[in-house]
């Protein structure tokens, strides 16, 4: 059976749906609300359902969560998901937006 080819210089990078300041601002959100309900972070990722070294980096923004585990979080918040989502809106068009420099310049 042949070996695959290697990847070349040409071939497309894959894309990814990691996004870090997506994650980082959701981390702070939920971050900022957990503490408004005086929740240790063990305690709420107990509560919540999720794993505490999971639910810690979800906070550091170190993983972005799937839809399903950012409605469990917001319910166990006692928030709607979409206010998470907001709240997270609001601080990514806070942030000042990265310029990519052109190629050859």
């Given amino acids: 059976m042949p070996k695959p080819a290697a990847p070349s210089a040409t071939t497309p990078k894959r894309s990814t749906s990691f996004e870090p300041d997506v994650a980082r601002a959701i981390g702070t959100v939920i971050r900022h609300v957990r503490e408004e309900l ?5 305690a709420f990722a107990l509560h919540a359902g999720v794993d505490r070294s999971y639910y810690g980096k979800l906070e550091r923004g ?24 907001g709240q997270a809106e609001v601080l990514l068009a806070q942030r000042p937006t990265r310029r990519r420099a052109r190629a050859g310049s």
């Fill in 38 to 42: 005086e929740f240790s972070q063990d």
């Fill in 62 to 85: 170190e993983r972005q969560p799937t839809v399903g585990l950012l409605l469990r979080i917001a319910r166990a918040l006692g928030v709607s998901g979409s206010e998470l989502l």
